[in-house]
């Protein structure tokens, strides 16, 4: 309302008066405002009085200059702005961004139709037809009918098309029978019932136990006797005497041929194990969701980094030892085996293999108990069932783990010269000439063993034993003192050289008491030399068979004194190249199994290098990851990923195609126990580590660390080829870095 309003009023004299409402002061005489006409002007115009409600509102100046600006839109108030709904992907209830606005006020169905639509122009061409089918029809009839009163005889117009209404419809009804419903029951009789009841204890329980083990004693007692007769009463106390003399495992003996003739086949124990496997899965489905479905998307707004995502947790079922050695079954994909023992060597006890499943978190599917340290294992590639073990005393052991048996199948002692030192890692390595089952243990006490599965034993063969390089020299400086000492020994004694020199060294007939003193002079300074020459043995700790088609007799050895040593099982007295880069022992040394000339150590000098076998000088790549490496693993779908553990509990997982400098997840694992070992998943982004207090950690790699070369865009080559290709490239530009350094080097 303006802040001005009045009521105009005319007065009975003619005069016009403005007559105020409100309290306010009358406001001040503008200037352009032309005077008040006289009051007795019959001529004179109507004057308008303002007139203000009471309930006005005061406002200012300020306040009625202010521009106010309202927006109409077409939102629905009455529209819920809260609607969830259950998100699938995310697993959770999230708001609906987008809610129907639209709200109808009066709807009706009519027959109108617009004069512009394309409905109205085809109904109103239809009619013009109808109306242009009736005038001609009604044109013939016309004519028709003149030429029948002209007398001529025609025949009337076709009207079948004509319709008889407009709806070209006949109404036509029929009767049918109504067949009367019919209920049809039978009664049978309930089968006859009984209620039985009784009640059981412990002694009746026992009784009946002995009962049958004694039943079981005399049946094969009765077999045995197969040509003579025996009395009852031998047989009777035949069988009490066995009863009395095992009357304390008895219930135990029954218990198992109960289960044994309870469970003859196998079924049942199988269904326990899959309704297990079910319990577990639905006791951890949140890590089963994440070990399907998880993909960290932070990766592609972070280029160049990675992260590793904890799943499950194995943990070892007898007392905590260090995991020693950890290998992937090669017929079930989420099936692996751990071994357990200990590193320390006054801290040596029992050792343990476990067989664990992805599918069954909770606890190992076997345990197979062993008087030493289990030091190494490894699952044969073609036969999963069997499985070969080293231990710390020295001895392999093949176990079948479909037995479930803590027998092994074949073991190798001292009457089959076993190992004397630790056995550090062992290998399945089958024989190209007679195909026989063989595997290949490396131990420190310098001797690479190939042991062959016959019929009934291991039968041993040094393949190589480990010497340093100084041997060499060290037997070359002995047959020179041997040389010198009988030289002078026999010019002391007969005043001349040569021929009595030779006489003494060969041990002919003597001349005399100086002969004899050479001749034991010249024997200890061998033994001497063969002293030395066993003093320079080198443990080998780690080995590893090139998995190129055509070298698969190839093989890398690490070494205590931080060589690596490139040999093979066609030549076994001496190395085929060596390669000093570690000044610490070498822990591990892995072939990459994409590029056949490529390969990976690590040692506790803190240091991962990555060779090329055909390059001895030096390394291509050398990584400082501030801790003793445990061990390294190269990725099975990438020819340049791969991960690190070290004693500080981290894992480093590097992708020289990304970055060759720093690794593109480094991660801590373990708060206080140390990272003994590591390996990838053939088939699936997982990775397995292995700390010191025995706990095995499933971990999967997130986008940027699984990364591996799409299809090939050219015919007839293949993802290998992309791979090695891309390492190639790596490595070339690593060269070309090193290049100057060597140079310098050499001159």
Request: net charge neutral.
């Amino acid at each position: 309302m303006p802040p001005h309003t009045g009521v105009l009023r005319r007065k009975d004299d003619g005069k016009a008066t403005i007559r105020r409402t409100g309290k306010d002061k009358p406001p001040a005489p503008m200037a352009d405002v032309p005077p008040p006409p006289p009051v007795n002007d019959e001529f004179a115009l109507p004057t308008r009085e303002v007139v203000r409600p009471p309930n006005q509102l005061q406002l200012t100046e300020q306040e009625l200059s202010e521009e106010t600006a309202k927006m109409l839109t077409a939102n629905n108030p009455t529209a819920p702005q809260n609607v969830a709904r259950f998100n699938m992907k995310e697993r959770c209830y999230k708001f609906e961004p987008m809610v129907e606005q639209l709200v109808i006020h009066y709807g009706s169905d009519g027959w109108l139709l617009h004069k512009a639509s394309e409905e109205a122009r085809k109904q109103h061409d239809q009619e013009k037809a109808e109306t242009e089918a009736a005038a001609k029809f009604h044109a013939e009839c016309e004519k028709v009918l003149r030429e029948k009163e002209a007398g001529i005889d025609v025949e009337a117009p076709d009207d079948s098309r004509q319709l008889r209404n407009q709806f070209n419809y006949s109404e036509g009804a029929a009767q049918t029978f109504i067949y009367p419903l019919k209920d049809r029951a039978t009664f049978t009789e309930p089968p006859p019932t009984a209620t039985l009841s009784g009640s059981c204890s412990m002694w009746e329980i026992y009784d009946e136990y002995c009962k049958d083990f004694e039943r079981q004693r005399l049946e094969e007692a009765t077999k045995q006797a197969k040509g003579g007769k025996k009395s009852a009463q031998t047989a009777a106390a035949a069988a009490g005497t066995a009863a009395s003399s095992r009357a304390s495992s008895s219930a135990t003996a029954a218990a198992t041929s109960s289960r044994e003739q309870w469970d003859e086949d196998g079924s049942v124990v199988q269904g326990f194990c899959i309704l297990d496997r079910m319990v577990n899965q639905n006791t951890y489905a949140d890590i089963a969701m994440d070990f399907k479905y998880w993909d960290d998307t932070s990766d592609a707004f972070r280029p160049g980094e990675g992260s590793l995502l904890p799943l499950w947790q194995f943990k070892c079922e007898r007392g905590k030892k260090h995991v020693t050695s950890i290998c992937w079954s090669s017929l079930y994909k989420d099936q692996f085996a751990v071994g357990y023992g200990s590193f320390h060597f006054q801290k040596q006890g029992t050792g343990a293999v476990s067989i664990f499943s992805l599918k069954n978190p909770s606890h190992a599917e076997l345990t197979i108990m062993t008087e030493s340290g289990v030091m190494a294992l490894h699952i044969h590639p073609e036969f999963a069932n069997l499985l070969a073990v080293g231990c710390y005393d020295g001895s392999v052991m093949v176990f079948d783990i479909r037995s479930k048996s803590d027998k092994p199948l074949y073991q190798a002692s001292v009457k089959t010269k076993k190992h004397t030192d630790p056995v550090w890692q062992v290998c399945w390595q089958p024989d190209e000439l007679q195909k026989t089952l063989a595997f290949v243990s490396i131990s420190t006490d310098g001797d690479i063993m190939l042991w062959t599965l016959t019929k009934c034993e291991l039968l041993p063969e040094r393949l190589m034993k480990l010497q340093s390089a100084s041997k060499e020299r060290a037997a070359g400086a002995g047959a020179a003192a041997v040389a010198a000492l009988a030289a002078s020994s026999a010019g002391g004694s007969s005043g001349s050289g040569g021929p009595a020199a030779a006489a003494t060294v060969t041990g002919s007939s003597g001349v005399g008491p100086a002969a004899n003193n050479a001749a034991a002079a010249a024997a200890a300074v061998v033994a001497g030399v063969d002293l030395a020459a066993q003093q320079h043995v080198v443990g080998g700790l780690c080995l590893d068979f090139c998995k190129a088609a055509g070298q698969e007799h190839t093989y890398l050895v690490g070494t205590e004194e931080g060589s690596i040593h490139k040999c093979s099982k066609a030549y076994g007295s001496d190395y085929l190249a060596s390669y000093a880069g570690h000044g610490m022992p070498v822990y591990g040394v892995k072939w990459n199994s994409l590029h056949p000339s490529m390969f990976l150590a690590c040692s506790a000098d803190w240091n991962v290098k990555v060779w090329d076998s055909s390059q001895q000088q030096a390394p291509l790549l050398s990584f400082d990851l501030g801790a003793a490496v445990g061990d390294v693993a190269w990725a099975p779908y990438s020819s340049t990923v791969f991960a690190a553990v070290t004693d500080e509990g981290k894992v480093h997982v590097f992708d020289l195609a990304q970055n060759r400098q720093l690794p593109l997840c480094a991660q801590k694992c373990s708060k206080k126990a140390r990272l003994t070992r590591v390996v990838f998943n053939p088939v699936y982004p997982i990775l397995l580590i292995g700390d010191s207090k025995g706990n095995v950690s499933a971990l999967k790699l997130s986008p940027n660390l699984h990364k591996c070369c799409g299809k090939p865009d050219k015919a007839g080559v293949s993802i290998e080829d992309l791979e090695r290709q891309k390492l190639d490239h790596v490595m070339e530009v690593a060269r070309k870095s090193q290049a100057p350094a060597l140079a310098a080097s050499a001159s």
